[in-house]
């Protein structure tokens, strides 16, 4: 059964570091997410990536934030400069043509910012 | 804003107790609710989706149901691997996102 792939499954970062966090939806899905989830805390949406750009972002998902897919299969979450509070796990999702239809989540990356 | 509550936080059964986990949404039009299993460390597992009030959906020992308010995940006679947390997650029309629920802890003792 296809399954979203996520690596590394933990980054541990040194604060002001710039992470990448990689993914790799399911091959024939064309709707792309990341969620986070604090230690302890909900699993919280950050962004949505269709057709190439952005279709949706939080309020958490600012200027220190970036997704992209850099070739036909991978997907990428951009940190540029880490603190402490972005510490949790962070998950890859995706969906088929309906928006509607259920997500599926991959592994998740655990990052560590010290 | 959209809201999804769940209850109760935490729950201990004995294998073969039957039980009931809630979620409580508020939503701006409901397109979804969504249940997800989680394991310790892992990422959330599709279990089922929910589009209109009156549905239900079954597999194996779990069953959901959805009322205009609320959905309930019903497990009948568990077994220690059920153990795990359930979250439950609602999507609203004009929106891509889900906003989850803190999650039910589900034990299941031997």
């Known amino acids: 059964e296809p399954e979203v792939t996520q690596t590394p499954s933990h980054q541990v970062t040194q604060m002001g570091q710039e992470v990448i966090l990689r993914c790799v939806p399911i091959?024939?899905?064309?709707?792309f997410y990341w969620y986070r989830q604090i230690l302890g805390q909900k699993v919280e949406f950050l962004v949505s990536?269709?057709?190439?750009?952005?279709?949706?972002k939080s309020e958490i998902f600012d200027d220190q934030f970036s997704v992209e897919r850099p070739d036909g299969s991978n997907f990428t979450l951009k940190i540029r400069s880490t603190k402490l509070e972005d510490s949790a796990m962070y998950f890859c999702?995706?969906?088929?043509?309906?928006?509607?239809?259920?997500?599926?989540f991959g592994p998740g990356t655990r990052l560590t910012v010290t | 804003e959209d809201q999804v509550t769940q209850s109760p936080e935490a729950l201990r059964l004995q294998e073969g107790e039957s039980s009931s986990l809630n979620c409580s949404y508020t939503v701006s039009g409901l397109r979804g609710l969504f249940w997800y299993r989680q394991d310790p460390g892992k990422g959330p597992e599709f279990l089922f989706t929910?589009?209109?009030a009156g549905e239900e959906k079954e597999k194996e020992r779990l069953k959901a149901t959805l009322t205009k308010k609320e959905s309930f995940l019903h497990i009948t006679a568990p077994k220690p691997e059920d153990s795990a947390t359930y979250l439950c997650a609602a999507g609203a029309f004009g929106n891509e996102k889900l906003t989850f629920g803190t999650g039910t802890r589900l034990t299941i003792i031997p």
């Open positions: 999702a995706s969906n088929k043509i309906d928006r509607g239809s259920e997500q599926y």
């Open positions: 091959s024939n899905h064309l709707y």
């Open positions: 929910l589009y209109s």
């Open positions: 990536f269709y057709n190439n750009e952005i279709s949706e």
